[in-house]
Nanobody, 124 residues
Framework: QVQSVESGGGLVQAGGSLRLSCAAS????????MGWFRQAPGKEREFVAS????????LLADYVKGRFAIFRDDAKGTVYLQMNSLKPEDTAVYYC?????????????????WGQGTQVTVSS
């Protein structure tokens, strides 16, 4: 089982950057694929990015490609979401999630463990 805590959210102007962190507990962190999802008010939770275990690659949603990057540090038990060139439409609560698999996935229902979320607000 993985428990995770997100941090790094906040208020930023359009065009700015933020780095979200997700610190996960559990000695088996390195065996879980990790993902970032977001949910804006009145909308469904949507996929942002996912990273597999070592050597299994990453996935990024089309609407963040070229702006966001996901990477993990297994020694620290942490996964990061680097967000650049932020837009007002990126405003949402961002959630970290863990999947009991080596492979990244964009399917929200395939992630069993979720953090509480961190708010990201991008002003125009």
């Amino acid at each position: 089982q993985v428990q995770s805590v997100e941090s790094g959210g906040g208020l930023v102007q359009a065009g700015g950057s933020l780095r979200l962190s997700c610190a996960a507990s559990g000695r088996t962190f390195r065996s879980y694929a990790m993902g970032w999802f977001r949910q804006a008010p009145g909308k469904e939770r949507e996929f942002v990015a996912s990273v597999g275990t070592v050597g299994r690659g990453t996935l990024l949603a089309d609407y963040v490609k070229g702006r966001f990057a996901i990477f993990r540090d297994d020694a620290k038990g942490t996964v990061y979401l680097q967000m650049n060139s932020l837009k007002p439409e990126d405003t949402a609560v961002y959630y970290c999630a863990a999947r009991d698999s080596n492979w990244p996935s964009l399917e929200v229902n395939w992630y069993a463990y979720w953090g509480q979320g961190t708010q990201v607000t991008v002003s125009s």
